[in-house]
């Protein structure tokens, strides 16, 4: 099973900041097959980015993905208040290798 | 536009049989393409997979949970529905189905779209 290690646990960061959030895998990963969501407390998760930098419909510009092998990227170029929220990383490896990730929160500073 | 709503009782007791039922509109599941899906989250922590179906019916579970799972379709009802049997308090966890579009021709995992809003059941006595 792949392990997907996210990282920091979690973020304090300031509305207009940058957040860089990280995904690592225990073993590589197609970047075709690595998502983002975004979850926000009693809400479902939303799905951000597939194809490890493709944003999912009606998801704003400074969301972005990025990486390869076993390390990816989730940025957020300038935070809004609505981006504080939990965000996993997930992959696809077919039916039976599929994981999220352990989640990074990130939270107003 | 396509909704999922997820329903079934929020309590159960242990040893018992949690049955989800989630309701599809604005597309049928007959018509093919998806991976329905249920989604699991413990109480403060982490998503879980436990399995999907597709529309030709062929099924697939978490290993973790394979022995106690059974998800099926009622294509009339363009309705999947979720049962785990001999639940135990490690069970309690918001439930969510989603709808997950899978591996397209461009060979990119387009993720899972369209969730429910998910619900809580809690299993105790």
């Known amino acids: 099973e792949i392990v997907l290690t996210q990282s920091p646990g979690t973020l304090s960061l300031s509305p207009g900041e940058r957040a860089t959030l990280s995904c690592r895998a225990s073993?590589?990963?197609?970047?075709?097959?690595l998502a983002w969501y975004q979850q926000k407390p009693g809400q479902a998760p939303r799905l951000l980015i597939y194809g490890a930098s493709r944003r999912a419909t009606g998801i704003p510009d400074r969301f972005s993905g990025s990486g390869s092998g076993t390390d990816f990227t989730l940025t957020i170029s300038r935070l809004e208040p609505e981006d504080f929220a939990v965000y996993y990383c997930?992959?696809?490896?077919?039916?039976?290798?599929?994981?999220f990730g352990t989640g990074t929160k990130v939270d107003i500073k | 536009q396509v909704q999922l709503q997820e329903s079934g009782p929020g309590l159960v007791k242990p040893s018992q049989t949690l049955s989800l039922t989630c309701t599809v509109s604005?597309?049928?599941?007959?018509?093919?393409?998806?991976?329905w899906t249920w989604i699991r989250q413990h109480p403060g922590k982490g998503l879980e997979r436990i399995g999907y179906i597709y529309y030709s019916g062929r099924t697939y579970q978490n290993p973790s949970l394979k022995s106690r799972v059974t998800i099926s379709v009622d294509m009339a009802k363009n309705q999947f529905s979720l049962k785990l049997n001999s639940v135990t308090a490690a069970d309690t966890a918001v439930y969510y189905c989603?709808?997950?579009?899978?591996?397209?021709?461009?060979?990119?995992?387009?993720?899972?779209?369209?969730w429910g809003q998910g619900t809580t059941v809690t299993v105790s006595s």
């Open positions: 073993q590589s990963v197609s970047s075709t097959f």
């Open positions: 997930q992959q696809y490896g077919g039916s039976a290798l599929f994981t």
């Open positions: 989603a709808r997950d579009r899978g591996i397209l021709l461009d060979g990119y995992y387009y993720g899972m779209d369209i």
């Open positions: 604005g597309v049928s599941i007959s018509s093919g393409g998806y991976y």
